[in-house]
Every structure is written in C-alpha cells, then in structure tokens.
C-alpha cells in the first residue's frame, strides 16, 4: 500500500507465533531505501518478494536497508538479500550492531539465563526458537546511526529515535514534514515484551514518553495496521504497562514471594511464562525496587516495603 507519495508500507497479516515483519520502502533517486527487510527462511523470504511484487517494486533496486533492531522477524533475511543485491547498505544503530554482527549474544539481552534460574529444567535458546519460526542471520552493518541522526531518502527527511526497552538499540523514526512516525516493535498489536537487559520497563516507558513529545500525526508499526490514533495507542499501551505493574504489587500484598511464584501469578498463560514472563517480572520488580517500593528478603522473596 503507497500510504504516500513515494512510501510503501508493505503489511505482513498475522498468522503465526512470530510473523516477519512489515516493511516500509521509501522510493529516491537512486532507487529504493527499505526500513526493515523481514523474517529469514524460505517461507518469509518468499512472502516477502511477493509483497515487492504486488507493489510493483524490484528487489534488485534497493540500495539500502536500516535495521530497526537485531530482532529474526525484522532482518532474519538480511544474509539472503545482501548476497542478492551486491553493494546493499546496512544501517543500524550503534548499540545493535554487536547483536546483528553476532546472533549468539541476544541471549543475553534475552536474559534466558532467568528462565534456567526461575524455571529449572527448562531450556530457552533464542536462536533455537527463532530457528523454528523465522530463522536469522548476521551481517556487518556499513553505517550505524545514534539518536538524533537524519537520513535522507528523497523529500523525505527522518530523524532517529533511540527506543530501548524491548532491545537495547531499538530505532523509531520521525519524519517531520508528515509527522508519521515508524516504531517497530514498540507499538501495535500488542505491548511488546521488555528484558532487564533491553532496558526494561523504565526503558520501555522513557521511550513512550519520548513518541508523547513529538506528537505524530500518525504511526507506522512494524506489526498490524497504520496507527491513526497515535496519542490514544501511546496511552494504551502505558496503561497496559502500568496495570501490570499494579498486579505485581497485588499479589504482594498477600505476603512476601519468589520471583516464579510472581510470575506465575501475573502472567496468566502458562506457555509465556518461562518466557517473556519472567523477564518482564524481573524488569518489573527491578523498578519497583529503584523506587523503594519493593525489597528482597529471606528465601529468594521480594517483599513490599510500605513505600509508594
């Protein structure tokens, strides 16, 4: 879909556990400069040129892509489309490109040793998961970017927007003159997990305070539908956020608990709560903490301390 002159905005339905991504492509004069270049393995791959296709766009004129964060849903394909279309740009942000250069390390980001920690006997590996659903790929980027950065592809001129709390060199971008703002993972179908090591909850909400600052008139997610409403999705997912967090405390009210135990109690399915659950909790509780509100105990417990 041309949203406008010269922008595609190429959506990927929802159909599975881990969809690629959608994909924004801006036409210049030198040819196409994709945000994004979707999930690895055949399927995705082949999904992906259909959508080219369909919009009457060739793969073989790209000349760059930016990396919104080393995530296999966003560039799983890079490997693939780098080696198809020779002298290809990659942009990134300056925090990803260790992860985009070396998968092995979003482990850590990840933080599944808290899953062998909370849940033992169960085994989490981010490679091994993403394998099954959309397999990634690394590569050297050819330019990174930090916050405040502009890239300018034709008429249009976007600024970079730093976004941790889900991955730790997660990028937004604000292109002005429209006033559309392109969030990857931040916004959209749903809140999207965050990790002590991406940065967190506080991370994740410094970030929505930061799209609240530059009021879009609209924004381009990397999952679902164009956003309209860009102020009530902000406050959504805040609210989303912060009821989370007052479930946290709920459950302690009744008395000191274990971090499996929180977990158990405020992520309701059974199959996300070895993960993202219990990332998510410990980014919680990490808040809390800093805020005095909580506190550890004996026995593994996190307690309230009758602050906040």
């Not at 296709?53 to 560039?75: C, K, N, P, Y």
């Not at 260790?98 to 990840?110: H, Q, T």
């Not at 967090?245 to 199959?271: M, N």
Request: with cysteine; proline share 6%; aromatic share 6%.
């Amino acid at each position: 879909m041309e949203i406008q002159r010269d922008v595609h905005f190429l959506k990927v339905p929802k159909s599975g556990i881990i969809d690629s991504s959608n994909i924004v492509v801006i036409r210049d004069a030198d040819g196409l400069a994709c945000v994004d270049i979707g999930g690895g393995g055949e399927p995705n791959i082949r999904q992906t040129l259909r959508l080219f296709e369909a919009e009457g766009l060739r793969i073989s004129e790209i000349h760059t892509v930016l990396i919104s964060h080393t995530h296999a849903d966003h560039m799983g394909a890079i490997g693939h489309f780098r080696d198809l279309v020779p002298g290809m740009t990659v942009v990134d942000h300056e925090a990803d490109a260790p992860f985009l250069r070396d998968n092995r390390l979003l482990n850590g980001i990840f933080d599944a040793e808290l899953v062998a920690r909370h849940f033992p006997g169960t085994r989490f590996d981010i490679l091994e998961f993403y394998r099954n659903f959309c397999p990634i790929s690394e590569t050297r980027p050819d330019r990174t970017v930090v916050e405040g950065d502009v890239l300018e592809w034709g008429e249009f001129v976007f600024e970079v927007i730093h976004t941790p709390g889900h991955h730790p060199g997660h990028i937004s971008l604000f292109e002005r003159t429209h006033r559309d703002l392109f969030v990857g993972d931040m916004l959209g179908v749903e809140v999207p997990f965050y990790t002590p090591h991406s940065g967190g909850v506080e991370a994740y909400l410094a970030s929505l305070d930061k799209y609240r600052a530059l009021e879009p008139a609209r924004i381009i997610p990397s999952h679902g539908d164009l956003i309209e409403e860009p102020a009530q999705a902000i406050e959504e997912a805040a609210g989303k956020v912060l009821r989370r967090q007052e479930r946290l405390c709920e459950a302690l009210k009744a008395g000191p608990r274990t971090l499996r135990e929180l977990v158990t109690e405020v992520v309701r399915s059974p199959s996300q709560q070895a993960f993202p659950g219990v990332a998510i909790v410990a980014s919680h509780l990490a808040k809390l903490a800093n805020e005095g509100i909580v506190q550890a105990v004996e026995g593994n417990r996190i307690a309230l301390t009758g602050k906040g």
